[in-house]
């Protein structure tokens, strides 16, 4: 939420500019950041840092040095730790700080356990080290460099462009001594660090626009080069709207880490937006490795590549020369402060990684069914019965519907934890109201507080001292949606548990467990701030400043949710969480959103990358603003951004507070018609998205996934990113672009067949097709040959009603013959199948003309109703002469069924067992 509203029109001349678009010159560019800078002229010349290898020490799997600047003499520490399952953690301070430096809390799962080295080669030049795998890490002293092996192969290397710069914390010079008036000499200057170091413009203050960056502790940005070798490709460090393929920013500004509230984003360029997460991983057709920058300053990264920077006529004469250069993907980290702390994960698979990331920074716990269906969201709806009107609309119209939202309106004068008197006098029963349809409620909730002493919440947090402090010590004032406001210092666990309380349900009133929370504007976003966000030199719990911990602080905010979430179910219920900032580890508390969009066909086309890169970095539980956040969609637009939406893994609707109304009906009768068929295309699948969060939970695997997952060695797919997987056995190709009458879509896997389930129509892996037949209702998916899904057909208001719906088994044979598939469920929205082991987890196969169901937690005590209706197998060459089922109980019986022998397809009708019971269906 951006325009000018309310109470806020004062500060109309500081953001009215930005009501058509993004204003650029609200937000820095390199050239107008000090540290960046230095960061990114810096010219090393001669190696500056030499490992002292005298120092080293090698204890099971912790190595530790100490390095040298051997242009100023200051002395650093090298921790080099390896750790079980393949990572390694890098790690680079000052011995010997003048204060401690911000070092990243709360994000690095407890426990991580190390693995002892084993030492192939130590002298005082160079040390060899290899893990179980036969994995190496190579260490040289002078230059100090790091080189990290697959076997044989060279991945990756820290510091071999000797970029290495971290700026140590000193005292600030003092100029020359002045005479005094009176003839005495002044006092002697406090002792200054021994340095060389030349003093550069804003290193000691900064100056940007209006607003002066005080930089008391001076000049303590760190820096290093990352190179990977044989690498062409580099994905992550969210949020941009881009590419999912990164781009090289030869030329171009770096991407920049910095959450920041932005109005109406550009596209295509690596510009701040709501979240940052410092993840990169690199892909080739033998491995894939990732990367955490564990820095929660605000951050730059350039991303150089010997291939994709060179000239045409490069590239032409490579291409006469026979040229076997070696790709490399150059990349160049550097934050504003804090310590270089790195983890690299090192595969060698996309799926070992993502197992190794989630093991580091946790996975995305399995979500509340309800949440991953369809949410109606708008700022904002008006009162109690513009809320019942939409209720009622969804059922007039038949289109399924979870979750309805309020917008910041729905509160009294912007003061959450409450509701406004005369629009919402009567919020529990309107609770009531949405439950008894199956449906629930998120309010919005933000982390700026009212500055009001008649607030009970702004006079609690005031009276503690929990608020965000400027530099000079008094509670930090800025200007939000309530006017002046203040901000909960939410990296203090103690605020943490006191923001909790508030979700309590006799300290909300009003909210029910059906009720759950939106935290919106928490990169945290300060309307008269610089960059519309905190300054600097905010001061937050133990002395540490606002840059240090600037991209951690909305996460601090969602955790504190959780936990109040956690604590008014008494641990009984998952909490549904949405948030706008993110950082590594977030998705352990909420689902994200890419921010405040536009109505526009671009914005539609960009969520597809987005929702990836949030994806492989550990955010998987994203999607976009249905629609577009800002001005007006049409009908088709309108249309085709529900049927690609329906295949993320968060589906919302939202709309600004001035644009027109548009809930599905708006639109006309067709409109309408195919916009419940691409909710119901949601809820249909809905128990096969819930499979996958929960594998999603245990592995760490996304719903929603690049085509090079699943097929990692077809590199013409690396940088398609108009098409994705939804897990392993489905391929979608949304229609982005306006007025499409034809489509072309290439089908990976040389030796797999696509199904199009629908159009009864098969398609060879490895080919391409343009498909001329395109309608407003087509939408492209494609079953993968060798899987099983599960679907739900048929039509409910929500969720909640479809507990005991029966089953429809899809099956798409490969060439072989065979295919499997998972299913798992269970309540839906209590933590029983991790505390009670109430769940069902089944595995269906079909081979040698038999499919069999098997529990794959035989322990388990869920009951279910739900049976299975129908299977339709296709693929099928021959009609069988009888279709035999046989039940746990040995008991068999004969089955209707029916065979199209032009399409291949064999419908059974009827099996009429319980999905969670063991049987088995024999084509004779």
Same mark, same amino acid.
């Given at each position: 939420?951006?325009?000018?509203?309310?109470?806020?029109?004062?500060?109309?001349?500081?953001?009215?500019?930005?009501?058509?678009?993004?204003?650029?010159?609200? @937000?820095?560019?390199?050239?107008?950041?000090?540290?960046?800078?230095?960061?990114?002229?810096?010219? %090393?010349?001669?190696?500056?840092?030499?490992?002292?290898?005298?120092?080293?020490?090698?204890?099971?799997?912790?190595? +530790?040095?100490?390095?040298?600047?051997?242009?100023?003499?200051?002395?650093?520490?090298?921790?080099?730790?390896?750790?079980?399952?393949?990572?390694?953690? @890098?790690?680079?301070?000052?011995?010997?700080?003048?204060?401690?430096?911000?070092?990243?809390?709360?994000?690095?799962?407890?426990?991580?356990?190390?693995?002892?080295?084993?030492?192939?080669?130590?002298?005082?030049?160079?040390?060899?080290?290899?893990?179980?795998?036969?994995?190496?890490?190579?260490?040289?002293?002078?230059?100090?460099?790091?080189?990290?092996?697959?076997?044989?192969?060279?991945?990756?290397?820290?510091?071999?462009?000797?970029?290495?710069?971290?700026?140590?914390?000193?005292?600030?010079?003092?100029?020359?001594? #002045?005479?005094?008036?009176?003839?005495?000499?002044?006092?002697?200057?406090?002792?200054?660090?021994?340095?060389?170091?030349?003093?550069?413009?804003?290193?000691?203050?900064?100056?940007?626009?209006?607003?002066?960056?005080?930089?008391?502790?001076?000049?303590?940005?760190?820096?290093?080069?990352?190179?990977?070798?044989?690498?062409?490709?580099?994905?992550?460090?969210?949020?941009?709207?881009?590419?999912?393929?990164?781009?090289?920013?030869?030329?171009?500004?770096?991407?920049?880490?910095?959450?920041? *509230?932005?109005?109406?984003?550009?596209?295509?360029? &690596?510009?701040?937006?709501?979240?940052?997460?410092?993840?990169?991983?690199?892909?080739?057709?033998?491995?894939?490795?990732?990367?955490?920058?564990?820095?929660?300053?605000?951050?730059?990264?350039?991303?150089?590549?010997?291939?994709?920077?060179?000239?045409?006529?490069?590239?032409?004469? =490579?291409?006469?020369?026979?040229?076997?250069?070696?790709?490399?993907?150059?990349?160049?980290?550097?934050?504003?402060?804090?310590?270089?702390?790195?983890?690299?994960?090192?595969?060698?698979?996309?799926?070992?990684?993502?197992?190794?990331?989630?093991?580091?920074?946790?996975?995305?716990?399995?979500?509340?069914?309800?949440?991953?269906?369809?949410?109606?969201?708008?700022?904002?709806?008006?009162?109690?019965? *513009?809320?019942?009107?939409?209720?009622?609309?969804?059922?007039?119209? #038949?289109?399924?519907?979870?979750?309805? $939202?309020?917008?910041?309106?729905?509160?009294?004068?912007?003061?959450?934890?409450?509701?406004?008197?005369?629009?919402?006098?009567?919020?529990?029963?309107?609770?009531?109201?949405?439950?008894?349809?199956?449906?629930?409620?998120?309010?919005?909730?933000?982390?700026?507080?009212?500055?009001?002493?008649?607030?009970?919440?702004?006079?609690?947090?005031?009276?503690?001292?929990?608020?965000?402090?400027?530099?000079?010590?008094? *509670?930090?004032?800025?200007?939000?949606? %309530?006017?002046?406001?203040?901000?909960?210092?939410?990296?203090?666990?103690?605020?943490?548990?006191?923001?909790?309380?508030?979700?309590?349900?006799?300290?909300?009133?009003?909210?029910?467990?059906?009720?759950?929370?939106?935290?919106?504007?928490?990169?945290?976003?300060?309307?008269?701030?610089?960059?519309?966000?905190?300054?600097?030199?905010?001061?937050?719990?133990?002395?540490?400043?606002?840059? =240090?911990?600037?991209?951690?602080?909305?996460?601090?905010?969602?955790?504190?949710?959780?936990?109040?979430?956690?604590?008014?179910?008494?641990?009984?219920?998952?909490?549904?969480?949405?948030?706008?900032?993110?950082?590594?580890?977030?998705?352990?508390?909420?689902?994200?959103?890419?921010?405040?969009?536009?109505?526009? $066909?671009?914005?539609?086309?960009?969520?597809?990358?987005?929702?990836?890169?949030?994806?492989?970095?550990?955010?998987?539980?994203? &999607?976009?603003?249905?629609?577009?956040?800002?001005?007006?969609?049409?009908?088709?637009?309108?249309?085709? $951004?529900?049927?690609?939406?329906?295949?993320?893994?968060? @589906?919302?609707?939202?709309?600004?507070?001035?644009?027109?109304?548009?809930?599905?009906?708006?639109?006309?009768?067709?409109?309408?018609?195919?916009?419940?068929?691409?909710?119901?295309?949601?809820? +249909?699948?809905?128990?096969?998205?819930?499979?996958?969060?929960?594998?999603?939970?245990?592995?760490?695997?996304? %719903?929603?996934?690049?085509?090079?997952?699943?097929?990692?060695?077809? +590199?013409?797919?690396?940088?398609?990113?108009?098409?994705?997987?939804?897990?392993?056995?489905?391929?979608?190709? %949304?229609?982005?672009?306006?007025?499409?009458?034809?489509?072309?879509?290439?089908?990976?896997?040389? *030796?797999?067949?696509?199904?199009?389930?629908?159009?009864?129509?098969?398609? #060879?892996?490895?080919?391409?097709?343009?498909?001329?037949?395109?309608?407003?209702?087509?939408?492209?998916?494609?079953?993968?040959?060798?899987?099983?899904?599960?679907?739900?057909?048929?039509?409910?208001?929500?969720?909640?009603?479809?507990?005991?719906?029966?089953?429809?088994?899809?099956?798409?044979?490969?060439?072989?013959?065979?295919? +499997?598939?998972?299913?798992?469920?269970?309540?839906?929205?209590?933590?029983?199948?991790?505390?009670?082991?109430?769940?069902?987890?089944?595995? @269906?196969?079909?081979?040698?003309?038999?499919?069999?169901?098997?529990?794959?937690?035989?322990?388990?005590?869920?009951?279910?109703?739900?049976?299975?209706?129908?299977?339709?197998?296709? &693929?099928?060459?021959?009609?069988?002469?009888?279709?035999?089922?046989?039940?746990?109980?040995?008991?068999?019986?004969?089955?209707?069924?029916?065979?199209?022998?032009?399409?291949?397809?064999?419908?059974?009708?009827?099996? =009429?067992?319980?999905?969670?019971?063991?049987?088995?269906?024999?084509?004779?």
């Amino acid at each position: 939420m951006r325009l000018l509203h309310g109470t806020l029109l004062v500060l109309s001349s500081l953001i009215i500019s930005q009501i058509e678009s993004v204003d650029r010159n609200n @937000f820095k560019s390199c050239a107008q950041s000090g540290f960046c800078k230095r960061q990114r002229d810096h010219n %090393p010349g001669e190696p500056s840092y030499k490992a002292d290898f005298a120092t080293l020490s090698i204890e099971n799997g912790h190595l +530790s040095c100490q390095v040298l600047n051997l242009k100023n003499s200051v002395l650093f520490q090298l921790d080099l730790y390896l750790l079980k399952d393949n990572r390694l953690r @890098f790690r680079f301070n000052e011995l010997n700080p003048l204060k401690k430096r911000y070092e990243v809390e709360g994000v690095i799962v407890d426990g991580l356990e190390e693995e002892k080295f084993v030492v192939v080669r130590k002298d005082s030049e160079i040390v060899e080290l290899k893990n179980s795998l036969n994995n190496k890490v190579v260490l040289y002293s002078n230059p100090l460099k790091a080189e990290f092996y697959i076997g044989d192969y060279l991945i990756a290397s820290f510091n071999s462009k000797n970029l290495l710069k971290f700026e140590h914390l000193r005292y600030k010079p003092v100029p020359p001594e #002045q005479p005094q008036e009176n003839g005495e000499a002044q006092a002697e200057p406090p002792a200054q660090n021994e340095t060389s170091d030349p003093e550069e413009p804003d290193m000691w203050e900064e100056t940007y626009k209006s607003h002066t960056d005080s930089k008391p502790n001076g000049p303590q940005s760190v820096g290093m080069d990352i190179s990977f070798h044989d690498f062409e490709h580099v994905f992550g460090i969210p949020q941009h709207a881009d590419k999912f393929a990164l781009r090289s920013t030869a030329g171009t500004d770096p991407y920049r880490l910095y959450n920041l *509230d932005v109005f109406e984003y550009e596209l295509n360029n &690596g510009m701040a937006l709501y979240g940052s997460i410092p993840y990169m991983l690199a892909h080739n057709k033998k491995f894939t490795i990732g990367l955490l920058w564990l820095n929660a300053a605000e951050t730059w990264i350039d991303v150089k590549s010997n291939k994709a920077d060179k000239s045409i006529f490069s590239k032409v004469a =490579d291409f006469i020369s026979k040229s076997n250069e070696i790709p490399q993907i150059d990349t160049h980290w550097f934050s504003e402060s804090g310590i270089i702390d790195i983890y690299l994960m090192l595969g060698p698979k996309a799926t070992d990684v993502f197992r190794q990331y989630g093991e580091l920074t946790g996975n995305t716990p399995l979500p509340p069914l309800f949440s991953i269906a369809y949410h109606q969201c708008r700022w904002n709806y008006n009162d109690e019965d *513009d809320v019942k009107n939409v209720n009622a609309g969804f059922e007039d119209h #038949q289109i399924p519907m979870d979750v309805l $939202w309020l917008d910041i309106e729905h509160t009294n004068d912007k003061r959450y934890f409450t509701w406004d008197p005369v629009k919402f006098p009567t919020p529990d029963q309107m609770m009531e109201h949405l439950s008894n349809y199956g449906r629930k409620l998120v309010t919005i909730v933000d982390p700026h507080i009212k500055s009001d002493s008649n607030y009970h919440v702004y006079s609690e947090a005031k009276e503690k001292g929990y608020f965000v402090k400027d530099k000079n010590g008094n *509670d930090l004032d800025g200007w939000c949606w %309530p006017g002046s406001s203040a901000w909960p210092d939410f990296l203090n666990e103690e605020v943490k548990s006191w923001w909790s309380t508030k979700f309590l349900l006799e300290n909300y009133k009003g909210t029910t467990l059906d009720t759950y929370t939106w935290n919106d504007m928490n990169e945290p976003s300060m309307f008269n701030g610089p960059e519309i966000t905190f300054p600097k030199d905010a001061v937050h719990l133990n002395g540490f400043e606002h840059r =240090d911990v600037h991209n951690i602080y909305g996460q601090n905010q969602v955790k504190a949710t959780f936990l109040g979430h956690m604590a008014r179910s008494n641990g009984q219920r998952r909490p549904f969480i949405l948030t706008r900032s993110t950082f590594a580890g977030s998705q352990r508390y909420g689902a994200v959103w890419t921010g405040d969009n536009t109505a526009e $066909w671009e914005h539609l086309q960009i969520s597809i990358p987005m929702c990836l890169t949030f994806s492989v970095t550990g955010m998987s539980f994203c &999607g976009a603003d249905v629609g577009g956040f800002f001005k007006n969609p049409d009908s088709e637009l309108m249309i085709r $951004w529900y049927q690609a939406a329906a295949y993320q893994p968060f @589906f919302r609707s939202h709309a600004h507070i001035d644009t027109k109304r548009r809930e599905p009906w708006i639109f006309g009768d067709e409109a309408v018609n195919l916009i419940r068929d691409a909710v119901h295309s949601r809820y +249909s699948l809905i128990y096969y998205w819930y499979t996958l969060f929960y594998l999603n939970e245990k592995n760490g695997k996304p %719903p929603m996934l690049p085509i090079w997952v699943e097929f990692p060695e077809e +590199s013409e797919f690396y940088d398609v990113d108009d098409q994705h997987m939804v897990g392993s056995a489905i391929m979608v190709k %949304p229609i982005t672009t306006k007025g499409a009458t034809s489509i072309d879509i290439k089908f990976p896997g040389k *030796d797999e067949i696509w199904y199009d389930v629908k159009a009864l129509r098969t398609f #060879q892996g490895g080919s391409s097709t343009t498909f001329t037949d395109i309608t407003l209702a087509t939408v492209p998916v494609f079953h993968r040959g060798g899987s099983i899904v599960p679907y739900k057909f048929r039509l409910r208001r929500s969720t909640t009603q479809m507990a005991d719906d029966p089953f429809t088994l899809i099956i798409c044979l490969n060439k072989q013959g065979s295919a +499997s598939g998972l299913l798992y469920f269970d309540d839906g929205l209590s933590f029983n199948y991790n505390n009670s082991n109430e769940f069902v987890f089944r595995e @269906f196969n079909f081979s040698g003309n038999k499919l069999v169901s098997k529990n794959l937690e035989p322990n388990s005590l869920f009951k279910t109703f739900a049976w299975l209706e129908r299977v339709i197998i296709y &693929g099928i060459n021959n009609e069988p002469k009888k279709v035999t089922i046989e039940d746990s109980n040995s008991k068999s019986s004969q089955l209707q069924f029916s065979f199209d022998s032009k399409s291949k397809v064999l419908l059974i009708r009827k099996p =009429d067992v319980n999905i969670n019971s063991d049987w088995s269906i024999l084509l004779d």
